[in-house]
């Protein structure tokens, strides 16, 4: 299975934390997506648990070199904290990994809306 095809698989409201496939899940899937490097650290748990509060189904979309650079941005959030094994692993021919995670942190339930939730971009 790769990406677009997980994407096929998942909820017509489901949010995609991404920064390389943000186009293409948009352009090909019409997906809504937030733009992780848009999002401020401090905002990263408020967004995702307003996300899921709102019935979405949250995901983080990350290729290999992307990754390490979410997790550092977002360490000591619950958020990365959260992050438990990939529900999809996709490689390419040039050797990069995607991975896809599901976000649940339902630590931060009562967390007030983060203006980054505002920017999820869905058609």
């Known amino acids: ?3 677009a095809e997980f994407a096929r698989t998942q909820p017509s409201n489901a949010v995609y934390l991404s920064l ?4 293409s899940l948009w352009y090909y ?3 809504a997506i937030l733009r992780w490097d848009w999002v401020e650290p ?3 748990d408020r967004a995702v648990a307003e996300m899921i509060r709102a019935g979405h189904a949250v995901f ?5 070199w992307e990754e390490q650079q ?4 977002f360490t000591g959030t619950r958020t990365v904290a959260g992050i438990g094994a990939p529900v999809l692993a996709a490689g390419d021919p040039r050797g990069i990994t995607a991975r896809v995670y599901t976000l649940q942190i339902g630590a931060v339930r009562d967390a007030p809306v983060g203006a980054a939730a505002d920017r999820v971009n869905s058609r």
């Not at 390389?20 to 186009?23: A, D, N, V």
């Not at 983080?60 to 290999?64: I, T």
């Not at 979410?70 to 941005?73: E, G, H, M, N, V």
């Open 60 to 64: 983080a979309l990350l290729d290999d």
């Open 1 to 3: 299975m790769d990406i």
């Open 29 to 31: 899937h019409g997906a």
């Open 42 to 44: 401090g905002e990263i």
């Open 70 to 73: 979410f997790r550092q941005r």
């Open 20 to 23: 390389q496939h943000s186009g």
